[in-house]
């Protein structure tokens, strides 16, 4: 279930922005800042991403071919 993110108008996270960064990245809520009521930018904690070693299989022979048969118009 989703939670509603917090708002705070242009003027306030202008002033208080560093204050919000740190907010944002200690709560892990999304913050959506708003100029005259509507919506113009969302932040978001910053999510590393899972490391890629590791995680390739290597296949020796991709390319001959094997010893079954197929049909590919099935």
Excluded: N
């Excluded at 922005?17 to 999304?30: H, I, N, Q, R, T």
């Excluded at 005259?36 to 978001?44: D, H, L």
């Excluded at 490391?51 to 022979?61: A, I, Y």
């Amino acid at each position: 279930m989703a939670t509603k993110a917090r708002s705070v108008p242009t003027g306030e996270f202008e002033s208080k922005c560093l204050e919000l960064l740190e907010e944002v990245a200690e709560s892990g809520k999304p913050l959506v800042v708003t100029k005259e009521g509507r919506p113009v930018a969302k932040v978001v904690p910053f999510k590393r991403p899972r490391p890629l070693l590791g995680s390739v299989v290597w296949e020796t022979d991709i390319v001959s071919p094997i010893d079954e048969a197929w049909d590919a118009e099935s």
